[in-house]
């Protein structure tokens, strides 16, 4: 069933949304070559905590860790480790917060220092996907019109790989609800989008070809020609005449200008 919200539940999930990209931006500012993926994932846990919420992901399903970080090649739910980040690396955060009984979910993808263009194309155009949906989630629309926008321009406009198996959704009381929100499909098809909508919008997308598999950690999803993926999201409310988007990436993008390891 799909859950429309109130103006009152669309300002929570705001809230929910708006941490996640603080946490995030806090993340930014700490990301350089050298520094572990499990010391990032304990500052977002404890940058989360001390600003009223609890990690959404620790815990669910069994994930042991409050950020899903995917390096390279991982699409997405890589397990922070003790590896440390290298100069050249592409790393995708995956973040949710629970506060006041709402969520929030989003996603940004890092370049460390200096990479080749053709890996930071895949980078700007993933992000331009996914603002390429967000355009389409306005009531009246229906979901497969943000699927199509997000499928034709990363492999009709550009030659890149997207996710199947993987795909966004609503959001609310749960992390998870309905309707399934995929990167690939047809105009016109799937729910109607209506006013008080909550989703959670998300391209997945490859450098090669789509296809993915599961690493034997149970979690890490990597591209199987380990070539590298990037993945952008927000969370947003469908509205009359356009989308309102709840988190916000250019909290992100100050951290990112001021943290001259990510500029090199």
């Not at 995030?24 to 993926?37: D, E, M, S």
């Not at 699409?75 to 290298?86: L, M, T, Y």
């Not at 989003?106 to 194309?121: D, H, L, N, R, W």
């Not at 997000?150 to 492999?155: P, V």
């Amino acid at each position: 069933m799909i859950y429309l919200k109130h103006e009152e539940e669309i300002e929570l999930i705001r809230a929910s949304s708006m941490l996640v990209s603080k946490t995030l931006a806090h993340v930014a500012a700490l990301l350089r070559p050298g520094i572990t993926g499990i010391e990032l994932d304990q500052a977002a846990e404890e940058f989360i905590r001390d600003h009223g919420g609890l990690p959404a992901f620790k815990g669910l399903s069994g994930f042991p860790n409050t950020l899903c970080l995917s390096l390279n090649e991982a699409v997405v739910h890589g397990i922070p480790g003790k590896s440390e980040i290298k100069a050249g690396d592409v790393v995708s955060v995956d973040c949710g917060v629970l506060m006041n009984e709402f969520y929030g979910d989003s996603a940004y993808t890092f370049i460390i220092g200096e990479v080749k263009e053709e890996i930071a194309k895949l980078v700007r155009v993933t992000e331009e996907c996914l603002y390429k949906g967000i355009e389409q989630a306005i009531a009246g629309n229906r979901i497969g019109d943000i699927s199509y926008a997000i499928m034709y321009h990363a492999s009709k406009i550009n030659p890149y790989g997207v996710v199947k198996e993987l795909v966004g959704h609503g959001i609310g009381r749960k992390l998870h609800e309905a309707p399934e929100v995929p990167n690939f499909g047809a105009k016109g098809k799937g729910p109607m989008l209506k006013e008080g909508m909550t989703l959670a919008v998300e391209p997945m997308i490859n450098l090669g070809t789509a296809n993915v598999k599961q690493l034997s950690d149970g979690w890490t999803i990597v591209t199987k020609d380990l070539k590298v993926s990037a993945h952008f999201e927000h969370t947003l409310a469908v509205q009359k005449d356009s989308a309102e988007v709840l988190s916000d990436h250019s909290l992100i993008k100050s951290a990112i200008k001021n943290n001259i390891e990510l500029l090199k």
